[in-house]
Structure formats: C-alpha cells, structure tokens
C-alpha cells in the first residue's frame, strides 16, 4: 500500500556492520530512506499512514507515533486497544500507554479508565509534569483536567464477548496466537530523531488492576536517541522480567542488527520460562540507520513498515511453532 508524501524523504548512508557506540554514530556505506515508521500487527499499517501524514504536515517524529497510535486507540472494531477493548474479568476496560523520544523524555499512564486516548495523556504526563507515570483514578483526574473527555469504552461486540467468556466461570487471562494486544511504534524522521509510543487494552479478562508492560518504560518501549528504539507485544509479564525493550536496544548499543537484538530477547525470555505454553512475545526494533527487525517466540507475529514511499507487512521470523 502507497504512502504519499514524497517531499519528507531523506536519504543517509548506514553501514549494516559498524557498531553502535555513543559519539560514533557516523552513518556510511548503504542508502537507508528516511523517515522510517514502524508498528507491531497489522492494524500498524492504518497507523503507520497517520505516522507519516503527520510528518508532510510538518509535525516533529514525536507528533507522528502519538497520532499514529491514536488511530488505533479509536478503532472500535479493534479489541485489545482503546475503544472497544476487551475488559478485564470484572468487565471494565481498563488502558495503559507511554510515550519517549530521543532525548529520554517520557510519560506513561496505567490503568487509566474512560479515556478513549490514553497515549495523549500519557503526552500530557510527559510534557506538563514532573513525573513519568500515572495511575488509575489520578491519571483520570490528571486527564480531565486538561481537557480529554470520558467515555464508555465498552463496546456493544466486546460487551458480548465478556458475557460469553464469563459463562466458562475460568478466571484466567485470554492468551492465543492471534492475540494482537498492543500497538507499538518507532519512528525515526529525516533528521535521524527518535521516538516510540506504545499502548493497549492489555489481556483480555485480567484481574483488575493488572498492568502490563506497555506503559513501563524499558519493558513495553524505549528509546535511546543514541542508538535505536524497540518496543514489545505479547505475555507482558515475561516482558516485564527481562526489561526488554532496554535489552534490545542495549544490545544494538553493543553492534546487533534490530533483528538480531530482537532474537536475543526472544532467547532470553525462553530461557527464563520453564513453561512456554502460550506464552508468546514479540520484539519490534528500530536502530539510528533506519534499519528495522523483529522476532517472536512463536509464529504470527507481524509488523508494518512504511517510509514515504511504500508500506507494507512484514513477517517476523521466530523461534517455535505453535
């Protein structure tokens, strides 16, 4: 799928094997087009077209992953984000989002309810406070307090979907290989800035007040301007346990591909796990080149890639078959 906006690329030069240290980021040999967007699942594909019309209106990289994610956030027909989100056991949706850019600024918000939004508060938190995370009830009054407007996230097909779930009476958290439970995006522009944003409505039919790794910066996102962005979906705990979105970069601070950080995250995480019954993650990262890759435990998880010229579905490689 074509993506407008001829008048945003850039072009650089990157070497594939020149390792990412700090101070040495010298880009030479391979031609990278720039900007670079790209966001987990295939609902990445709407957003990285946000992501980049965002850029042709002048808007920095940060504007870019915010509104690019914001199209999900507002896809009632999209179940583990925003609105229309499966809720938790007890039927309230319940959101967590976050948001970074190269110079390690950054704002979260979890369990935020009644939002349809939350990476725009999270934005808020980030820019307006002296704080990186906000939480429940303070994170709703914080949101309408400046200006965002409640809402019932609870859509007539989700609404159903818990009733049905409930008649099985197994208060366990839905975990399956088309669990597509997070958007999460990183962004490089024309100027080789950074920035990543990442937000869901978590595991469907969670006990409430279950956080996952999206709102924690270098678990569900972060973003080095030195070196590269990542940002994980899947089994947040797991997530959580490695720190991994920090790892993935760290490890392409010491000289990795995206995707060969990616692997190693995967890795560890499978090592860390006696039991990897449906426990699928996946790892999506962006270096200071413009390069981009992936990897997953199991089979199925997909990302969309998008500069000002293309966009398009990529398949992650991955470690097991379901």
Same mark, same amino acid.
């Given at each position: 799928?074509?993506?407008?906006?001829?008048?945003?690329?850039?072009?650089?030069?990157?070497?594939?094997?020149?390792?990412?240290?700090?101070?040495?980021?010298?880009?030479?040999?391979?031609?990278?087009?720039?900007?670079?967007?790209?966001?987990?699942?295939?609902?990445?594909?709407?957003?990285?077209?946000?992501?980049?019309?965002?850029?042709?209106?002048?808007?920095?990289?940060?504007?870019?992953?915010?509104?690019?994610?914001?199209?999900?956030?507002?896809?009632?027909?999209?179940?583990?984000?925003?609105?229309?989100?499966?809720?938790?056991?007890?039927?309230?949706?319940?959101?967590?989002?976050?948001?970074?850019?190269? +110079?390690?600024?950054? *704002? #979260?918000?979890?369990?935020?309810?009644?939002? &349809?939004?939350?990476?725009?508060?999270? =934005? %808020?938190?980030?820019?307006?406070?002296?704080?990186?995370?906000?939480?429940?009830?303070?994170?709703?009054?914080?949101?309408?307090?400046?200006?965002?407007?409640?809402?019932?996230?609870?859509?007539?097909?989700?609404?159903?979907?818990?009733?049905?779930?409930?008649?099985?009476?197994?208060?366990?958290?839905?975990?399956?290989?088309?669990?597509?439970?997070?958007?999460?995006?990183?962004?490089?522009?024309k100027n080789g800035e950074l920035a990543g944003a990442c937000t869901t409505s978590g595991m469907a039919y969670k006990l409430h007040g279950r956080v996952g790794d999206s709102p924690i910066i270098g678990a569900g996102l972060f973003v080095d301007g030195e070196v590269g962005a990542a940002c994980a979906t899947g089994v947040g705990?797991?997530?959580?346990?490695?720190?991994?979105?920090?790892?993935?970069?760290? +490890?392409?601070?010491? *000289? #990795?591909?995206?995707?060969?950080?990616?692997? &190693?995250?995967?890795?560890?995480?499978? =090592? %860390?796990?006696?039991?990897?019954?449906?426990?699928?993650?996946?790892?999506?990262?962006?270096?200071?080149?413009?390069?981009?890759?992936?990897?997953?435990?199991?089979?199925?998880?997909?990302?969309?890639?998008?500069?000002?010229?293309?966009?398009?579905?990529?398949?992650?490689?991955y470690m097991k078959e379901w």
């Amino acid at each position: 799928m074509g993506v407008a906006g001829a008048a945003i690329i850039g072009c650089v030069e990157s070497s594939a094997n020149e390792q990412i240290t700090s101070g040495s980021l010298l880009p030479s040999q391979t031609t990278q087009e720039f900007p670079v967007i790209v966001s987990t699942w295939n609902h990445g594909i709407a957003a990285n077209r946000s992501a980049i019309e965002k850029l042709n209106q002048g808007g920095t990289i940060l504007d870019a992953v915010e509104a690019g994610v914001r199209v999900t956030e507002s896809d009632a027909n999209n179940q583990s984000v925003g609105l229309g989100g499966l809720p938790d056991r007890d039927g309230n949706v319940t959101l967590d989002a976050c948001i970074m850019n190269h +110079l390690s600024q950054c *704002g #979260a918000v979890s369990f935020l309810q009644n939002i &349809e939004n939350p990476i725009s508060v999270a =934005r %808020k938190v980030m820019e307006d406070t002296p704080h990186v995370m906000l939480s429940g009830k303070g994170a709703l009054e914080f949101a309408i307090d400046k200006g965002f407007t409640e809402s019932n996230l609870l859509t007539e097909e989700s609404s159903l979907a818990w009733e049905k779930w409930k008649l099985q009476s197994k208060y366990n958290p839905q975990i399956n290989s088309e669990n597509h439970d997070t958007i999460g995006m990183l962004g490089i522009d024309k100027n080789g800035e950074l920035a990543g944003a990442c937000t869901t409505s978590g595991m469907a039919y969670k006990l409430h007040g279950r956080v996952g790794d999206s709102p924690i910066i270098g678990a569900g996102l972060f973003v080095d301007g030195e070196v590269g962005a990542a940002c994980a979906t899947g089994v947040g705990e797991a997530v959580i346990r490695i720190a991994g979105s920090a790892i993935v970069v760290e +490890l392409m601070r010491g *000289g #990795a591909t995206p995707e060969e950080a990616c692997k &190693e995250a995967v890795n560890r995480i499978i =090592r %860390k796990h006696d039991d990897l019954t449906n426990l699928q993650v996946g790892f999506l990262a962006l270096d200071k080149f413009g390069r981009s890759g992936g990897y997953s435990v199991y089979g199925g998880f997909n990302y969309a890639h998008a500069t000002a010229s293309g966009n398009e579905m990529i398949d992650a490689k991955y470690m097991k078959e379901w």
